[in-house]
């Protein structure tokens, strides 16, 4: 009888301990269950019930695993059990899943599984922490890693791994994929003259343009700045470049219509490179390098257009990228020097004026000629502190110059467009002046149209300072850009400068004859100095002085020469010949 009582005590016991192990795990934020080795359940709490979408505890306990979860066969909980008999494994042994459940519903959890030693028998414990709001964050943060803020579309990172996709593909296909690289034109301009919310608005409204040309395989991503990238991909062979074309064509046509803009009108235009799977590049990384490499080659033949990539441009940017490094110490390295090729008067022969032009001979790449790196200069920014040594250095000279023949002489110096954009440039003009005693008048800045092009309002606010200075403005190689006559009534120029295209065939063409004298008289009738440009005859002197051509420059006079030659030059030369009344 004591033993049946001891019996029952036991019992009694067990089962109040059960019961308050019940409760405990009832108590759980999160789903928990034990299970034995064969995959059947045999402790639930109710927030495993809930997150598996059923009514309560009592629906799970004694079924097997595969039996609560739609897709989980009896294999794969026999595989998650072995896990615990692994040597070396670490507990709780952790794991994402996503759990399909019957209601049809779908369930992101983290798994925590622990092993559980009852009378010898091993078991698994198992936490289920519903992750639905971590994992949209983790999706949120997956899609900021991917989206570009601003447009709404791809951004670098997604871009670079969507193009390495589509090469991949089309290299196990045996097709072809393209790549556009796509460069909105005087974009800057927008941001200077509206503000970067501005800019961001027509960011936004050119990427849907861009958009809507696309079909709905195709990748638009925004690369970087004002950059979009356009991937054709699963094209057939043979196919890619004119797909490529078509596209480029559409995409400089939209660019094209104008944009409306904080109720502004604003015209802008695409330059575009274009680089082809297999032909020009065998990955994502090359394709997209070529790419650029192209589109900096429609911009320098005029904007608004597109080339395909070439070996010829990489041997060029390769070439590029060794000036550009080059020129980053040739200032402190005293690399640079300037020469002074003499403008004379074309009726008394004075030499009245100079241009200063620049030479570099690196210690690394040796005589380098200026068509090689003033456009990497200007590409990189570098053209700046150039300039500035330019301006500066001219001056002095024309500061040693004082006393002697030349000490009235005006000295010429070419600017570039990122020089004109810095708006302390006034200030050291003004500054160059004063530290070397000139009077404004002795320097003239010559432009390119190209310069009056790429930001006309900005060049004529600083030109406008410049004229207030006193300083002399000029328009080079006149005739060789574009919308010549509109510049010459919208900027005030004091002179012009006859490129010497038209000048070469004075003698022999009547065409080039007539043009010449048709620049003159109009430069006479706008009140405009003139000069002739690559004055090589004699001939070509006489007919330029019977035009009324103000001035020659051209190597019938002089070559560039250092300045001590030069000065050598003007202290030789003939006394000009007095005036005939």
Same mark, same amino acid.
């Given at each position: 009888m004591k033993a049946l009582s001891m019996v029952g005590l036991i019992y009694a016991v067990q089962d109040e301990i059960r019961q308050r192990y019940i409760n405990t795990i009832d108590s759980l934020s999160h789903g928990f269950l034990i299970r034995d080795r064969r995959g059947f359940v045999h402790v639930a709490n109710e927030r495993c019930a809930k997150l598996l979408g059923l009514h309560s505890p009592a629906d799970l306990i004694g079924r097997h695993v595969s039996d609560l979860l739609p897709g989980l066969s009896r294999e794969m909980a026999d595989e998650y059990f072995s896990r615990f008999d692994a040597p070396g494994v670490k507990f709780p042994i952790s794991d994402t899943a996503l759990f399909k459940l019957h209601n049809g519903t779908e369930l992101p959890v983290e798994l925590l599984g622990s092993p559980y030693i009852e009378r010898g028998r091993m078991y698994c414990m198992v936490q289920l922490l519903d992750i639905t709001e971590r994992k949209r964050k983790d999706d949120l943060l997956?899609? @900021? @890693?991917? !989206?570009?803020? !601003?447009?709404? *579309?791809?951004?670098? $990172?997604?871009? @670079?791994?969507g193009l390495a996709e589509e090469v991949a593909r089309a290299a196990a296909s045996g097709r072809e994929? =393209?790549?556009?690289?796509i460069d909105l034109d005087k974009f800057k301009r927008v941001n200077d003259s509206f503000g970067h919310a501005a800019g961001d608005e027509l960011l936004r409204d050119a990427a849907h343009r861009l958009h809507s040309l696309l079909l709905h395989a195709d990748i638009l991503g925004r690369f970087g700045g004002d950059e979009f990238i356009i991937v054709l991909p699963d094209l057939a062979p043979g196919t890619g470049a004119r797909a490529a074309g078509d596209c480029a064509r559409e995409v400089i046509a939209a660019m094209g219509e104008g944009f409306e803009l904080s109720r502004h009108a604003i015209t802008i235009s695409a330059s575009i490179g274009i680089?082809? *799977?297999?032909?020009?590049?065998?990955d994502g990384d090359a394709l997209l390098r070529n790419a650029d490499i192209a589109m900096y080659e429609a911009k320098k033949g005029g904007r608004g257009d597109w080339r395909f990539f070439n070996d010829a441009m990489n041997a060029a940017a390769k070439d590029a990228l060794a000036i550009d490094g080059a020129l980053r110490c040739a200032i402190e390295d005293r690399e640079f020097r300037l020469v002074y090729q003499a403008i004379t008067? @074309? $009726?008394?022969?004075?030499?009245?004026?100079?241009?200063?032009?620049l030479r570099w001979k690196s210690a690394l790449l040796g005589q380098v000629p200026p068509d090689r790196f003033i456009a990497v200069a200007e590409d990189s920014g570098m053209i700046v502190p150039i300039g500035t040594w330019v301006l500066r250095q001219a001056c002095r000279q024309v500061a040693l110059w004082r006393d002697g023949v030349l000490g009235e002489v005006t000295i010429s110096i070419n600017v570039s467009a990122l020089q004109l954009a810095d708006p302390g440039f006034v200030a050291l003009v003004r500054q160059a002046l004063a530290d070397n005693g000139l009077e404004p008048h002795q320097l003239e800045l010559e432009l390119t149209e190209r310069v009056l092009i790429d930001d006309a309002g900005g060049v004529h606010a600083m030109l406008e300072?410049?004229?207030?200075?006193?300083?002399?403005?000029?328009?080079?190689d006149f005739g060789t850009g574009y919308s010549s006559l509109s510049y010459l009534t919208q900027f005030h120029l004091n002179t012009l400068k006859i490129d010497r295209a038209f000048v070469m065939n004075i003698e022999h063409s009547e065409r080039s004859h007539n043009l010449v004298h048709a620049i003159i008289a109009m430069g006479h009738s706008l009140g405009l100095q003139l000069v002739a440009e690559g004055v090589e005859t004699a001939g070509q002197a006489a007919i330029l002085e019977r035009m009324g051509c103000h001035y020659l420059q051209g190597y019938h006079i002089s070559r560039p020469i250092p300045p001590d030659e030069l000065l050598r030059f003007a202290i030789?030369?003939?006394?000009? =010949?007095?005036?005939?009344i």
């Amino acid at each position: 009888m004591k033993a049946l009582s001891m019996v029952g005590l036991i019992y009694a016991v067990q089962d109040e301990i059960r019961q308050r192990y019940i409760n405990t795990i009832d108590s759980l934020s999160h789903g928990f269950l034990i299970r034995d080795r064969r995959g059947f359940v045999h402790v639930a709490n109710e927030r495993c019930a809930k997150l598996l979408g059923l009514h309560s505890p009592a629906d799970l306990i004694g079924r097997h695993v595969s039996d609560l979860l739609p897709g989980l066969s009896r294999e794969m909980a026999d595989e998650y059990f072995s896990r615990f008999d692994a040597p070396g494994v670490k507990f709780p042994i952790s794991d994402t899943a996503l759990f399909k459940l019957h209601n049809g519903t779908e369930l992101p959890v983290e798994l925590l599984g622990s092993p559980y030693i009852e009378r010898g028998r091993m078991y698994c414990m198992v936490q289920l922490l519903d992750i639905t709001e971590r994992k949209r964050k983790d999706d949120l943060l997956r899609q @900021a @890693a991917r !989206i570009d803020p !601003i447009t709404g *579309y791809c951004n670098r $990172h997604a871009l @670079a791994a969507g193009l390495a996709e589509e090469v991949a593909r089309a290299a196990a296909s045996g097709r072809e994929c =393209a790549v556009l690289f796509i460069d909105l034109d005087k974009f800057k301009r927008v941001n200077d003259s509206f503000g970067h919310a501005a800019g961001d608005e027509l960011l936004r409204d050119a990427a849907h343009r861009l958009h809507s040309l696309l079909l709905h395989a195709d990748i638009l991503g925004r690369f970087g700045g004002d950059e979009f990238i356009i991937v054709l991909p699963d094209l057939a062979p043979g196919t890619g470049a004119r797909a490529a074309g078509d596209c480029a064509r559409e995409v400089i046509a939209a660019m094209g219509e104008g944009f409306e803009l904080s109720r502004h009108a604003i015209t802008i235009s695409a330059s575009i490179g274009i680089a082809c *799977y297999p032909l020009h590049g065998g990955d994502g990384d090359a394709l997209l390098r070529n790419a650029d490499i192209a589109m900096y080659e429609a911009k320098k033949g005029g904007r608004g257009d597109w080339r395909f990539f070439n070996d010829a441009m990489n041997a060029a940017a390769k070439d590029a990228l060794a000036i550009d490094g080059a020129l980053r110490c040739a200032i402190e390295d005293r690399e640079f020097r300037l020469v002074y090729q003499a403008i004379t008067d @074309a $009726h008394t022969g004075k030499l009245t004026k100079v241009e200063a032009l620049l030479r570099w001979k690196s210690a690394l790449l040796g005589q380098v000629p200026p068509d090689r790196f003033i456009a990497v200069a200007e590409d990189s920014g570098m053209i700046v502190p150039i300039g500035t040594w330019v301006l500066r250095q001219a001056c002095r000279q024309v500061a040693l110059w004082r006393d002697g023949v030349l000490g009235e002489v005006t000295i010429s110096i070419n600017v570039s467009a990122l020089q004109l954009a810095d708006p302390g440039f006034v200030a050291l003009v003004r500054q160059a002046l004063a530290d070397n005693g000139l009077e404004p008048h002795q320097l003239e800045l010559e432009l390119t149209e190209r310069v009056l092009i790429d930001d006309a309002g900005g060049v004529h606010a600083m030109l406008e300072q410049l004229r207030e200075l006193g300083v002399g403005i000029s328009l080079d190689d006149f005739g060789t850009g574009y919308s010549s006559l509109s510049y010459l009534t919208q900027f005030h120029l004091n002179t012009l400068k006859i490129d010497r295209a038209f000048v070469m065939n004075i003698e022999h063409s009547e065409r080039s004859h007539n043009l010449v004298h048709a620049i003159i008289a109009m430069g006479h009738s706008l009140g405009l100095q003139l000069v002739a440009e690559g004055v090589e005859t004699a001939g070509q002197a006489a007919i330029l002085e019977r035009m009324g051509c103000h001035y020659l420059q051209g190597y019938h006079i002089s070559r560039p020469i250092p300045p001590d030659e030069l000065l050598r030059f003007a202290i030789e030369r003939p006394a000009p =010949a007095a005036s005939v009344i």
